[in-house]
């Protein structure tokens, strides 16, 4: 199974490393210059990642494994006003970003207030279509005790919940983290920047716990070699966005307009198969209209052909 | 300046107290503010802000800010006091029309083709654009799902209390108490 890493370190001789990775079958995924530094965030089978450590420690880099790569999470802020937003909305999600993740940053249209907050079902399934999500709650202990963790209720995805008061366990959320409720300034403190850390730890242990829960029940291709064949088709080539295709735990985003593509991607050949056989197709929540690909696992496929093979 | 925020929970009011103090100071009135009551009760659910401010300009005439004088191209109008400066060229403009009023220097203003009689009996109004930027500030720091609000406005205070729900009785008068409390200090 593949692993995310990040490599920090010098230019020199880095190419070594490069080639290392794609001789083990691994996957550059981002690769950033900056003078002479490098930054590289790659993917490499879990039991290589040996060869490539003993490569950086002789080049004096540092390789760090790195959970939220390949990941897209959504912050999810009450609304758009400036009571919670930019701040600490964008400070979630940059540090986030920092860690490998993708990020959207959601607002909901009726989630202020207590009795009054509510989620709409296209909300919920926009939410569900990222790997985990974030969520950024008031100040007061009555309100997210008694209303706004219904919000969370039917929300399937791994849950982080922020907000102002201390609470041991918020019922609905996976991790509750308090003392990150309304900010007005950036988080720069030496105490927010621990929060933010926190925040960055439990997500990724969240993240961490679902790779092992897909581990157990293999999917039937892994979500980055879909993404190199799709790359190589070359359709991810008619979406403007710099990054055309998203990287998920289960599948990936293809920002492509479902009703035009969907019939072209589905028909993608994959190890001898139709994309469209081996993974679900969803038109995304977003205004967008992404193709969101989620990739069955290898106990559906079997599943669906002995049923196939009861039939005929 | 001084911030007083009281209510059951007491987490909760220490972050309003911050964000108070943070949203005040960035504002462009913070030295006019003297005091700032915040009563939160969540459960009810009301949230009542009161700000009092002190140092508040009365309505002004022109003729008691600036001294006038005519000339051939028009009135010129030297401002005595500078913190006028950006509220009366807002009214000379807003007058006159941004073509005919030229401000030549930081203190001296001049009126192309309008006498000095004209301008002589206008009035400035600070106090009403300061209780604008009172009641911006108050929305900003009570809690946005608070949406039925209810003020209460005199000279040197604007108090708000808002909820969610329709606004009871009870309520109001607190709201009024802490309104009136501050009135007297």
Redesign the interface.
């Known amino acids: 199974m593949y692993r995310f890493y990040n490599y920090e370190g010098g230019i020199y001789k880095s190419n070594v490393i490069e080639e290392k990775i794609e001789d083990l079958g691994g996957y550059i995924l981002r690769k950033e210059k900056h003078s002479r530094e490098l930054n590289l965030l790659f993917a490499v089978p879990e039991e290589d990642i040996d060869v490539i450590k003993e490569i950086s420690d002789e080049i004096k880099g540092e390789i760090k494994k790195r959970d939220l790569i390949g990941t897209e999470i959504a912050v999810v802020s009450?609304?758009i006003?400036?009571?919670?937003l930019p701040h600490p909305v964008c400070d979630i999600a940059e540090r986030l970003r920092r860690e490998g993740a993708s990020t959207s940053i959601i607002s909901t249209a009726r989630g202020?207030?207590?009795?009054?907050?509510q989620i709409t079902r296209e909300e919920k399934i926009m939410i569900e279509e990222y790997d985990a999500g974030v969520f950024i709650f008031?100040?007061?202990?009555?309100?997210i005790l008694d209303y706004k963790k219904d919000i969370l209720k039917e929300i399937k995805v791994p849950k982080i919940v922020v907000g102002?008061?201390?609470i041991k366990n918020l019922e609905s959320a996976d991790t509750y983290i308090g003392d990150v409720?309304?900010k007005?300034?950036r988080m720069r403190k030496t105490r927010e920047q621990r929060k933010l850390d926190e925040i960055t730890n439990a997500l990724s242990e969240c993240i961490s716990k679902k790779r092992e829960e897909i581990r157990e029940d293999p999917l039937s291709v892994s979500p980055i070699e879909v993404k190199r064949i799709v790359e190589e088709s070359g359709i991810h080539e008619k979406s403007d966005s710099h990054s055309p295709i998203l990287l998920h735990l289960d599948g990936l985003r293809i920002k492509l307009p479902y009703d035009e593509y969907k019939q072209e991607v589905s028909e993608i050949d994959v190890y001898g198969k139709k994309l469209g056989e081996i993974a679900e197709l969803r038109k995304s929540q977003r205004e967008t209209d992404d193709i969101v690909v989620k990739i069955h696992t290898e106990s559906y496929l079997e599943q669906v052909k002995e049923t196939k093979l009861k039939v005929s | 300046m001084n911030i007083e925020v009281r209510g059951q929970?007491k987490?909760?009011n220490e972050?309003?107290k911050?964000?108070a103090e943070?949203?005040i100071s960035?504002s462009n009135i913070s030295t006019l503010i003297n005091k700032a009551e915040i009563l939160?009760e969540?459960?009810e659910?009301f949230f009542i802000i009161s700000i009092a401010t002190e140092g508040v300009r009365s309505t002004k005439k022109v003729e008691d800010i600036s001294i006038l004088d005519e000339s051939d191209e028009g009135c010129q109008v030297i401002i005595k006091d500078e913190r006028y400066a950006t509220d009366l060229l807002s009214k000379l403009w807003e007058e006159f029309g941004k073509s005919d009023v030229e401000q030549s220097e930081r203190l001296k203003i001049i009126c192309h083709g309008v006498s000095c009689e004209e301008i002589e009996d206008l009035e400035l109004e600070p106090e009403e654009e300061m209780r604008e930027s009172i009641i911006n500030l108050i929305w900003?720091i009570i809690?946005?799902?608070?949406?039925v609000r209810k003020s209460f406005v005199s000279n040197d205070k604007v108090t708000m209390l808002a909820s969610?729900?329709r606004l009871k009785e009870k309520w109001i008068k607190k709201a009024n108490n802490i309104h009136e409390d501050n009135m007297d200090e």
């Open positions: 009450p609304s006003s400036r009571h919670h202020v207030g207590r009795r009054i907050s008031g100040e007061f202990e009555d309100c102002g008061p201390q409720g309304r007005t300034k | 929970d987490s909760g972050s309003y911050e964000i943070n949203l960035e939160a969540p459960q659910p900003q809690p946005e799902g608070f949406r969610e729900d």
